[in-house]
């Protein structure tokens, strides 16, 4: 039986973690040191962390926040956002990440996914794909585009042909990321994370949209997802309430799913 997990994400801007609705209308939270406590204090099994605005405005990911959280936190570590070289990838593991993770970056050059995992290894390396629903057509059989910049870019790419891909290029790890679905708390995009997932061999991580237990029941039960990324639940002043990660992991054993002990 897979052992599933839950990885909180920190989408950063200037250093806060914020929380956005569909990629906009942005939430400052917390710095990240501190969620990055919280986070640790509360037995997350990972964190991941963002740069949200580095690849749109053209420029290196922030390191310092990255810095700031690997001071905090013994789990894996997930950074990405603005990464556009493999020197660029020795700075970000050099603050302290784990993994490297690239989305725009990849769509813009796609041999920068091969040149990273044979520097580093495929499980150093995850591909980050942002992916809307489209109409379907012979160029997007899947009926989900992928999207970069923050969701603000098509691509003309299909979802599952671009996962496919990536997979081929190196990529150990595959982000399944709705637009659609973010910040909407009504639970994640579960047709598009089931199709990837059956389209490649690697670990794929759902994200966008988990508002409740229920969510991640549903996306480890109906999906062959092995991580899931939430916020919303664990700290977005947008919902009525807030989920402790003892809370996520009850709610998954009862319901069948193995998990990390907490």
């Not at 891909?165 to 982000?175: D, P, S, T």
Request: glycine share 8%.
């Amino acid at each position: 039986m897979i052992t599933r997990k839950l990885i909180a994400c920190f989408d950063i801007r200037d250093g806060m973690v914020t929380k956005a609705h569909k990629f906009q209308d942005n939430i400052d939270i917390l710095p990240a040191a501190e969620m990055a406590r919280r986070m640790q204090a509360d037995k997350i099994d990972g964190i991941v962390l963002y740069d949200i605005f580095a690849s749109a405005e053209k420029r290196m990911i922030d390191l310092d926040p990255i810095r700031r959280v690997a001071s905090e936190i013994d789990v894996p570590f997930t950074v990405g956002g603005g990464i556009r070289s493999v020197e660029d990838m020795h700075a970000v593991l050099e603050a302290g990440a784990d993994k490297i993770s690239i989305d725009s970056m990849a769509v813009r050059n796609p041999d920068l996914i091969e040149q990273a995992a044979k520097e580093f290894g495929s499980h150093s390396i995850v591909l980050s794909i942002q992916v809307k629903r489209v109409p379907f057509s012979n160029k997007i059989p899947s009926g989900y585009e992928v999207y970069i910049d923050s969701a603000r870019q098509a691509t003309g790419l299909d979802a599952v042909l671009w996962a496919k891909r990536g997979e081929e290029l190196g990529a150990g790890e595959i982000v399944v990321n709705s637009i659609d679905m973010d910040g909407t708390h009504q639970g994640f995009e579960l047709q598009i994370t089931r199709a990837i997932s059956e389209a490649v061999g690697v670990p794929i991580v759902a994200s966008g949209g988990a508002g409740k237990p229920s969510h991640l029941v549903d996306v480890f039960l109906q999906t062959d997802a092995e991580y899931a990324i939430i916020s919303s639940m664990l700290y977005s002043p947008r919902l009525p309430r807030n989920y402790t990660v003892k809370e996520l992991k009850e709610a998954l054993t009862k319901a069948g799913i193995a998990v990390e002990p907490w």
